[in-house]
């Protein structure tokens, strides 16, 4: 996702964007590629693994001795990895929408598919929010335009960053600036998030 042009581009169009680019190292996330295994830990941590601080996803799935989650494996995940936690009736129900989805669309090439198309489908499964959707275009296709508006460190970050008013049309204001960056906006989007590790830092 990182190239040098990219971020030229940004610091560019951004000199807040320009500071943070000049001042943490980029550090890259190894996709899984795995639309349903990401799905799975969306619903389950209410955030992708990839992000998540709480590892309970991940503790999970040592429970159930799998290493990624399957349409084949998906009941060993649901008898061994879940059983010593309290998920909502929800969630359960969310969590087997996914696998049913799966039973009828097996042979969906997501990789192949258009962001519209993505959205399309995963929209489809009942309890698959536009959120869930942004974080599996952003960190498992890698896609290059993400702007997930609705996250709530995004929102947080950007708010502080660039003195939005979190009272006044939030989202209008944070998309207005998301235009300005052009066509790396994920790129972008991964740096402000770095940012909120970086500044945690003791």
Partial sequence: ???????????????????????????????????FHDLISCVVEQQIHYRSTKKIFKKMLSNSN?????????????????????LSTSKYETLNNVAEFWSIHPNLNWQQLTDEE????????????????????????ERLTIFPVDDFHLKEIMVQLYGLNPNNKLKKQMLIIAESWGMPTSLAVRYLLAWKSYTKKP
Avoid: Q
């Fill in 1 to 35: 996702m990182k190239n040098d042009n990219a971020l030229k581009e940004l610091s560019n169009a951004d000199p807040i964007l320009a500071r943070i680019i000049g001042t943490i190292e980029w550090s890259e996330i190894p996709s899984t590629h795995n639309v």
């Fill in 118 to 141: 993505v959205r399309n489908s995963l929209s489809k499964i009942k309890g698959i929010g536009s959120w869930t959707i942004d974080m599996i275009l952003l960190y498992t296709l």
């Fill in 66 to 86: 799998l290493e990624f989650i399957t349409p084949i494996n998906f009941s060993d995940f649901i008898e061994k990895g879940i059983a010593n936690y309290k």
